[in-house]
């Protein structure tokens, strides 16, 4: 799977956008990217995904550059709850079944504060 | 169940002693992947299961970790003759990989967090 490189930390103003930044310039065709996030002494729990398009669900959205080769995740409306560590991935789709293994760097703490 | 499962939550064992892990995956999900977290640390990937067979255990730190996945459901991580390194939080997850339409999203359960004294 491709690496990919981000900020160790951030802060970002409760109620302000948070705009977490993830470059994976070796990215191939069929990787995906993904993000996680993990609140402290919890398991990481999933936010987002896509291969070229931008994407938006419920919880943030994800805008990936033309190119692929970075990407990043927004958060719009920051609360004291998004206060954790962000993973950006990136995963191949093999064969269409099986992923395998989703490799985890050592993210962005992403730090909400008042 | 409505989640990923894992027990014993929490565990206290003696160095050189055995323990079990175990984790119950989402109803239905066919992937089950096992984690481990040292303190302050990231995610260390382990092993993973399709079904019953594991194509992928390149992250066992050593012979002294197996595991196995029973009836493609619950999983058991067993390290044998623990040592004081092996403490760590260890994480599951499962996936509906290889059915039908898919995300490839992980769900993790809340971990089992060992001590070796």
């Known amino acids: 799977d491709a690496k990919t490189t981000q900020p160790p930390s951030m802060d970002c103003a409760e109620g302000r956008a948070a705009n977490l930044p993830c470059n994976h310039s070796t990215i191939s065709g069929n990787e995906y990217v993904y993000w996680y996030r993990q609140i402290h002494s919890q398991g990481p729990q999933y936010i987002i995904h896509?291969?070229?398009n931008n994407e938006t669900n419920e919880m943030a959205s994800l805008i990936i550059t033309e190119d692929r080769k970075s990407s990043t995740l927004i958060l719009p409306h920051a609360t004291l709850r998004d206060t954790a560590v962000y993973y950006c991935i990136v995963r191949v789709r093999a064969g269409g079944t099986s992923y395998g293994k989703l490799t985890f760097g050592q993210g962005t703490i992403l730090t909400v504060h008042p | 169940g409505a989640g990923v499962s894992q027990s014993p939550s929490n565990k206290v064992t003696e160095k050189g002693k055995d323990v079990e892990l175990r984790c119950d995956p989402i109803s239905g999900h066919t992937a089950l992947y096992w984690y481990r977290q040292s303190l302050g640390q990231g995610l260390e990937f382990l092993i993973y299961?399709?079904?019953?067979?594991?194509?992928?255990k390149s992250g066992l730190p050593s012979d002294r970790f197996s595991a196995e996945r029973t009836g493609g459901s619950v999983s058991t991580l067993t390290i044998q003759r623990t040592q004081q390194e092996d403490s760590a939080v260890y994480l599951c997850a499962s996936s509906l990989e290889g059915r039908g339409t898919f995300t490839g999203e992980l769900f993790f359960g809340e971990g089992s967090r060992l001590t070796v004294l």
């Open positions: 299961f399709q079904g019953n067979s594991a194509p992928d």
């Open positions: 896509g291969l070229k």
